[in-house]
């Protein structure tokens, strides 16, 4: 696969829903052809539209409709491709099913998975050509957030790494490149344990969802953008963070099962934004309005460490 320019790539990519239609666009706004693979016939009509909307405020609307293709034919999908993204949900068996999918009409082509916490080497064992399969985790939204971690399996080959990483950055993505493959990588290892603590402190009633939402976002929240925690640990000295540590943790939640507030919400169908109830009431006009303002954010964000 040629890595010196995006122009004469072609990328297929597995799955149209909300992660997938972002991930085709953004590969399709760098000159890549992308073919989408998409199965629903709702999402295969919706998927230009979609595109388009996700990609205007970057004002590259045009060139991710223009280059972005849609089938539910796999061998047209993924016959030629040199790189295969898979963006399905995050079931290892359905995963397991595409990738050997892939593996007919693609066996040549790196397949980079975009699941964000199945272990890369349990999807890799259905493929004829393991050395060839990675992780390549996005973030959502995946066209804003600037940074993909990339990930070996157990028999990913270096040279498959060092090309998607190459790639990577040819479409101005920062690749993040892991040593391993841990259950969750590195993000959402972090993420959900301090969901997991999020969730437990609105458990035992020290705060309701919104006061405990109000102090993330307005105290530690923001200072993540320029410090990580490791980082932030040196910085205020590690005497001190021995001391909060060695007080702090016996008090921290160590559960090893989902919150009740999640397992009840789910039970109930009552799933978030998507059913319009979850553990805070969701309306239309919140839901538009808190996606306008985490693009708008990123945007700002993102554009203003580019210039």
Do not use: C
């Amino acid at each position: 696969m040629p890595i010196s320019a995006v122009e004469g790539i072609n990328v297929a990519v597995i799955g149209g829903g909300l992660m997938g239609h972002a991930i085709a666009g953004l590969h399709a706004a760098a000159g890549a052809q992308v073919t989408v693979l998409e199965s629903d016939a709702e999402s295969r009509r919706s998927m230009h539209g979609r595109i388009h909307a996700s990609f205007t405020p970057l004002g590259s609307a045009d060139r991710a409709v223009a280059n972005t293709s849609v089938t539910s034919d796999s061998g047209r999908a993924l016959s030629g491709s040199h790189i295969v993204i898979e963006a399905a949900v995050e079931k290892i068996a359905v995963k397991n099913d595409l990738v050997r999918l892939a593996s007919r009409f693609a066996p040549e082509s790196i397949f980079a998975t975009n699941t964000s916490a199945i272990r890369i080497s349990d999807i890799a064992e259905s493929h004829a050509n393991p050395e060839l399969v990675v992780g390549t985790h996005y973030f959502n939204p995946p066209h804003l957030i600037p940074l993909v971690e990339v990930v070996p399996g157990q028999r990913t080959s270096p040279n498959t790494v060092q090309k998607i990483a190459a790639y990577l950055r040819l479409i101005d993505k920062i690749p993040a490149v892991l040593s391993s493959d841990p259950p969750g990588f590195v993000a959402n290892r972090i993420q959900h344990a301090m969901w997991r603590e999020a969730l437990a402190l609105l458990e035992a009633g020290v705060a309701d969802a919104e006061t405990i939402d109000l102090i993330v976002r307005n105290s530690f929240g923001p200072r993540l953008t320029v410090m990580g925690p490791i980082e932030n640990a040196d910085y205020v000295g590690l005497d001190l963070t021995e001391s909060i540590h060695s007080y702090l943790f016996p008090h921290l939640s160590s559960t090893t099962s989902p919150s009740a507030e999640v397992l009840n919400a789910v039970a109930r169908g009552k799933l978030g934004r998507k059913t319009g109830q979850g553990i805070t009431t969701w309306t239309e006009q919140r839901a538009q309005q808190a996606t306008e303002r985490l693009a708008s954010h990123l945007i700002t964000t993102f554009s203003s460490r580019k210039g």
